[in-house]
């Protein structure tokens, strides 16, 4: 379980590269450009995700095609909102507000898969959102549209894992990556025609960063996943804080006021505990084959 660990570590270090880069573009290029070639890059990772006896088709089918669609429509949202997110924001800043995801998710699940929720998670979700407002400060700082990039980025990752759980444990992962690859790769491909820019070389290597790194993500975190309980590798997802404050210190020389690093804290704390809740609700519905 050790080694899982660790590759969960390495695979949201990736991630987190892979974000960086993004923001190194400084929004040069259209963000709907930035998400196409990503997607492009990240289809990279499909060999590796295969197992034996899986077959090409099911990268482009499902055992519920209407929740595959939903998955694919999460993900380019998603991926979209977080190219503005990083680019507009304060890394840190902007994965705080991503990082509401699994507060979403309780609400999520109370509506639509019409779940018991205790007051434990309840009081995290009431200290996540009071996170939000110290962060955000309505009324007393400038608000951009990459806040709210970043909340709907979290917004469309809870009604993924709602999807997820409805599909069940049944799923093949090539389907799953497909959806979140192929998704991303359409909205961008279309949306960029427009306004299309060639990137220049610097570009071009940015590009690269981003959507390679990303792609070893998926492929760190199919091995972590086999490695040890997704229980156990969830909760590294929050190390990307840690790198988010290195990256903005020694790179975009970002700097966090006092209220938006306890209002962090507040949305960090609240969001670990209740990822921690919801892995334990979904390993029980699938113990129970409810989904």
């Given at each position: 379980?050790?080694?899982?660990?660790?590759?969960?570590?390495?695979?949201?270090?990736a991630y987190s590269f892979s974000d960086?880069?993004?923001?190194?573009?400084?929004?040069?290029?259209?963000?709907?450009?930035?998400?196409?070639?990503?997607?492009?890059?990240?289809?990279?990772?499909?060999?590796?995700?295969?197992?034996?006896?899986?077959?090409?088709?099911?990268?482009?089918?499902?055992?519920?095609?209407?929740?595959?669609?939903?998955?694919?429509?999460?993900?380019?949202?998603?991926?979209?909102?977080?190219?503005?997110?990083?680019?507009?924001?304060?890394?840190?800043?902007?994965?705080?507000?991503?990082?509401?995801?699994?507060?979403?998710?309780?609400?999520?699940?109370?509506?639509?898969?019409?779940e018991q929720v205790r007051w434990r998670?309840?009081?995290?979700?009431?200290?996540?959102?009071?996170?939000?407002?110290?962060?955000?400060?309505?009324?007393?700082?400038?608000?951009?549209?990459?806040?709210?990039?970043?909340?709907?980025?979290?917004?469309?990752?809870?009604?993924?894992?709602?999807?997820?759980?409805?599909?069940?444990?049944?799923?093949?992962?090539?389907?799953?990556?497909?959806?979140?690859?192929?998704?991303?790769?359409?909205?961008?491909?279309?949306?960029?025609?427009?306004?299309?820019?060639?990137?220049?070389?610097?570009?071009?290597?940015?590009?690269?960063?981003?959507?390679?790194?990303?792609?070893?993500?998926?492929?760190?975190?199919?091995?972590?996943?086999?490695?040890?309980?997704?229980?156990?590798?969830?909760?590294?997802?929050?190390?990307?804080?840690?790198?988010?404050?290195?990256?903005?210190?020694?790179?975009?020389?970002?700097?966090?006021?006092?209220?938006?690093?306890?209002?962090?804290?507040?949305?960090?704390?609240?969001?670990?505990?209740?990822?921690?809740?919801?892995?334990?609700?979904?390993?029980?519905?699938?113990?129970?084959?409810?989904?």
């Amino acid at each position: 379980m050790f080694k899982g660990v660790l590759l969960g570590f390495a695979c949201y270090a990736a991630y987190s590269f892979s974000d960086a880069f993004v923001k190194l573009l400084e929004g040069s290029l259209p963000a709907y450009e930035t998400v196409f070639f990503g997607a492009v890059l990240m289809l990279l990772a499909l060999p590796f995700l295969k197992k034996p006896g899986d077959r090409w088709r099911e990268v482009v089918t499902s055992r519920h095609p209407s929740l595959w669609l939903l998955r694919a429509i999460t993900m380019a949202l998603g991926n979209l909102t977080s190219v503005m997110a990083f680019t507009s924001l304060p890394m840190a800043e902007a994965f705080a507000l991503i990082f509401l995801m699994p507060i979403f998710v309780t609400i999520l699940s109370v509506v639509f898969l019409k779940e018991q929720v205790r007051w434990r998670r309840w009081s995290a979700v009431i200290v996540g959102f009071l996170g939000v407002l110290v962060v955000l400060r309505p009324g007393f700082r400038h608000l951009s549209h990459g806040h709210v990039a970043a909340i709907v980025c979290g917004l469309v990752g809870a009604i993924s894992v709602i999807g997820l759980r409805m599909a069940g444990p049944d799923e093949k992962r090539l389907s799953l990556y497909g959806a979140g690859v192929l998704g991303p790769l359409l909205m961008g491909g279309i949306l960029m025609l427009p306004t299309f820019v060639w990137p220049s070389l610097h570009q071009w290597f940015l590009l690269a960063g981003y959507g390679l790194l990303a792609g070893l993500a998926a492929i760190l975190l199919m091995l972590s996943t086999r490695l040890a309980p997704v229980s156990a590798v969830a909760p590294t997802q929050y190390s990307q804080m840690v790198w988010a404050i290195v990256f903005g210190y020694l790179l975009f020389h970002d700097h966090l006021d006092w209220p938006m690093a306890v209002g962090i804290a507040f949305i960090l704390g609240a969001g670990l505990f209740t990822l921690v809740r919801e892995e334990q609700v979904t390993n029980w519905w699938r113990r129970t084959k409810i989904v």
